[in-house]
Nanobody, 118 residues
Framework: QVQLVESGGGLVQPGGSLRLSCAAS????????LGWFRQAPGKQRELVAQ???????VYADSVKGRFTISRDNPKTTVALQMNSLKPEDTAVYYC????????????WGQGTQVTVSS
């Protein structure tokens, strides 16, 4: 079993910043790709960013240049630095552990709400 626990969501004004963090524990293998998905009301869950153990990262086009994903040593914590936030970034953000980039893994965190509003 793999457990993923997110933290760091909240309310921020447009143009502001937030940092999300996800701690992985249990039978987590360092080979897992860790990443973030988000789901806005009435929309499908979408990939935001992922990072491999070797620090290769991918991003959704909508967040490129604004969001940065990072992974610590020993590669069991992943963070998402979100800058220049927009109202359309409002969603529940979920941490995910997958077997490869651009894949959606079976392991999810409980989700953390990010609201961008003035």
């Amino acid at each position: 079993q793999v457990q993923l626990v997110e933290s760091g969501g909240g309310l921020v004004q447009p143009g502001g910043s937030l940092r999300l963090s996800c701690a992985a524990s249990g039978s987590i293998s360092s080979r897992y790709v860790l990443g973030w998905f988000r789901q806005a009301p009435g929309k499908q869950r979408e990939l935001v960013a992922q990072i491999t153990r070797g620090d290769t990262s991918v991003y959704a086009d909508s967040v490129k240049g604004r969001f940065t994903i990072s992974r610590d040593n020993p590669k069991t914590t992943v963070a998402l630095q979100m800058n220049s936030l927009k109202p359309e970034d409002t969603a529940v953000y979920y941490c995910n552990a997958a077997s490869g980039l651009w894949r959606r893994g079976d392991y999810w965190g409980q989700g953390t709400q990010v609201t961008v509003s003035s």
